[in-house]
């Protein structure tokens, strides 16, 4: 009888290694971009694996790397000049914030030490912009120069809220325009 409750109770611990897995899934090269407008501008929320921008995850070992972050959050802290909108519209970048996540998943323990390495540790650039607009009606598209400035990504799901609508749109590398309504 005790054997049986045993097995019973490490059912449920499988099932939640397996939820955190399906929670957080473990992508590279893709990132995304939330476009949300405002009565006088627009803000921007990006998250993008360290792998796509500096192109490894690990926590920053040398000096090299730890410049190469210092580099990319420097960058990723000029919006406009990632995701250039008119310059008509005039806006201006009136807060940035840029940090580097690390997430330590517990795969190891999970029973699977065949795996490779890569499942163990994630790390993401995430970052909250917040952009005001003299002409807002003159904001009718986005270029993603933002490929350009990063050469390790290739895609970008870009969620744009407006007027309380939502789209979608898949950017890549090749097509890095959009259209704004
Ligand atoms: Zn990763």
Redesign the pocket.
């Known amino acids: 009888m005790k054997c049986a409750v045993l097995t019973m109770s490490l059912f449920p611990a499988v099932l939640a290694a397996q939820a955190t897995q399906i929670v957080t899934p473990?992508n590279?090269g893709s990132g995304q971009l939330d476009f949300v407008l405002s009565e006088t501008g627009f803000s921007l929320t990006l998250k993008v694996?360290s792998?796509d921008i500096v192109g490894f995850?690990a926590p920053a070992a040398s000096d090299d790397e730890r410049t190469q972050v210092a580099i990319a959050i420097s960058e990723l802290s000029k919006p406009l000049n990632l995701f250039v909108v008119p310059s008509e519209a005039m806006c201006f970048t009136t807060s940035a914030n840029v940090i580097l996540t690390h997430e330590i998943t517990d795969q190891g323990t999970a029973g699977d030490a065949s795996k490779g390495v890569s499942d163990e540790s994630?790390?993401e650039f995430q970052a909250d912009y917040v952009i005001q607009c003299q002409d807002l009606s003159a904001v009718n598209s986005l270029d993603l120069a933002y490929f350009e400035r990063f050469s390790g990504t290739e895609k970008l799901t870009v969620r744009i809220a407006s007027n309380g609508t939502t789209q979608f749109h898949e950017t890549t590398r090749a097509t890095p325009r959009l259209s704004l309504p």
């Open positions: 473990h590279h694996p792998m995850e994630h790390a």
